[in-house]
């Protein structure tokens, strides 16, 4: 048996009855951690940065196609969210571009917030 002023008794814990070596702190995983080497991140933006951030073709074509649906047929009148639905395209974005249509004149909105044809007067 060990003295009790011994390094050996004081580096032991008694768990339920038997003996347990505490660990030493260079045997911890915490010390394999803290040895990391940390290297300093740098975010580089790229050399040229785009001007026009949309897809502007897209767009155009995007308008063309609805305005030719609302030409293809003339009684066809939509609220915002059912051109979205018809379209495929988020309530937001059928907005915006209605009202670009609207804007250009090629639409009309109704007082019940419907959309459609505008006519030409003669």
């Given amino acids: 048996m060990q003295e009790p002023g011994s390094s050996r008794a004081r580096n032991t814990l008694l768990v339920h009855g038997e003996r347990m070596v505490k660990r030493k702190p260079l045997e911890s995983s915490w010390q394999a ?3 990391l ?3 300093p991140v740098v ?3 790229p050399a040229a940065v785009r001007a026009e951030r949309r897809d502007v073709k897209g767009r155009h074509a995007l308008l063309c196609r ?3 649906e609302f030409e293809e047929m ?3 009148s939509l609220t915002t969210g059912q051109a979205a ?3 495929g395209l988020s ?3 059928a907005f915006r571009i209605l009202d670009r249509l609207t804007e250009a004149q090629v639409l009309r909105q109704g007082s019940d917030g419907q959309f459609a044809l505008r006519m030409e007067e003669s």
């Fill in 37 to 39: 080497t940390l290297v």
């Fill in 74 to 76: 003339p009684g066809l």
């Fill in 91 to 93: 309530p937001d974005i």
């Fill in 43 to 45: 975010a580089r933006l």
């Fill in 33 to 35: 951690i803290l040895d």
């Fill in 85 to 87: 639905r018809l379209f």
């Fill in 66 to 68: 609805i305005h030719s």
